[in-house]
């Protein structure tokens, strides 16, 4: 039933990790396609090493990401498609549990389950926005992402109609940054978005940056970068004040990076432009208002301490809990 799709790039400490929470899924209707796009280091030695006659391995040169997943799901046999990513895991029930979910609510195209924060070597669930009450349903994907601005799905806890993704065009093939938060957006705009509030999966944020797919210390050019992209979404967005607000709320909180960087400089206004400001964070408006020289110590400092806690980590050798 589902097609199980990981790209990998450089994740030779994290795949094996990542593919055995595949592996001891209790749903076992599945089949497991890796596409290796490019790798240097060892993933593709280590992954290759696992017997499991439902994987599927594909090596090519590197195209990206957004390429690489795009050629997961051609060669996808099944109705589903499940994305994970090379540096994430699950539970061993999330695909048993999504069945249900789908099931359950069949009117829906994008299925996303919650799902367990690591960072620091602490697994947490945030706050999504979500009613107290709420177990499992129909969600307003755009309305929930503005209330907290927590990402409610990624490539890691979410299961596509195959046919829908196709319809949709699936990743678009020159974005590098944000290709899953755009491809949301057009589904969510387009068909029902169900949610099951129970997390399943864990979303690696101690990866070093160099090792990310999706990296924040990386400033992307606007061809690659998603924020630079949404033209196509302008008449959509006068029309929704909810879409608004989130796309306003992903501009300033993409672009302050390249701001502080000075990068790109003509392509950022541009952008900015667009903002309502009145709407957005106190926080936001004053890192803007202010001049980049006097706003940059801040976030230096802030990068020294997060990167001086994840070295800590690293030589603790702390285990990333369990949930029974």
Same mark, same amino acid.
């Given at each position: 039933? =589902? %097609? ?10 994290? $795949?094996?990790?990542?593919?055995? #929470? ?16 490019? %790798? ?17 391995? $594909? ?39 999504? #069945? ?52 409610? $799905? ?30 949301? $957006? ?34 992307? #050019? ?5 924020? =630079? ?48 400001? %009145? ?27 997060? =990167? ?17």
């Amino acid at each position: 039933m =589902f %097609s199980v799709v990981i790209p990998l790039f450089n994740k030779a400490i994290y $795949i094996e990790k990542a593919v055995e #929470s595949v592996i001891q899924q209790t749903y076992a209707d599945f089949e497991l396609i890796i596409i290796n796009d490019g %790798s240097t280091d060892d993933s593709w030695l280590r992954v290759t090493k696992i017997r499991d006659s439902r994987i599927t391995f $594909i090596d090519q040169p590197n195209v990206g990401v957004s390429d690489s997943r795009n050629r997961g799901v051609k060669q996808a046999r099944f109705e589903y498609i499940a994305f994970l990513d090379a540096d994430d895991w699950w539970e061993s029930t999330f695909l048993e549990q999504m #069945s249900r979910l789908i099931q359950d609510y069949g009117e829906a195209n994008l299925f996303g389950s919650n799902y367990y924060y690591v960072k620091h070597g602490k697994a947490r669930v945030e706050p999504k926005g979500l009613p107290d009450t709420f177990r499992s349903g129909y969600i307003n994907y755009i309305d929930l992402y503005v209330s907290e601005f927590c990402v409610l $799905i990624n490539c890691s806890f979410v299961v596509v109609r195959k046919q829908a993704f196709v319809q949709m065009g699936g990743f678009k093939s020159n974005l590098r940054f944000g290709e899953d938060i755009d491809l949301w $957006i057009r589904l969510a705009l387009t068909s029902k978005v169900a949610y099951l509030n129970k997390p399943l999966a864990y979303s690696n944020q101690d990866v070093d940056g160099e090792s990310r797919a999706v990296g924040r210390q990386t400033l992307y #050019s606007p061809e690659a970068n998603f924020i =630079f992209n949404l033209a196509y979404l302008k008449s959509a967005e006068e029309e929704s004040a909810a879409l608004k607000r989130l796309l306003d709320g992903l501009r300033v909180r993409v672009l302050l990076p390249y701001y502080l960087a000075n990068q790109y400089v003509s392509e950022v206004r541009s952008v900015l432009a667009e903002v309502d400001f %009145s709407q957005q964070p106190v926080y936001y408006r004053r890192a803007y208002a202010l001049p980049a020289l006097l706003v940059r110590p801040y976030f230096e400092f802030m990068k020294v301490g997060s =990167f001086c806690k994840r070295t800590l980590i690293r030589l603790s050798r702390t285990s990333y809990p369990s949930v029974v």
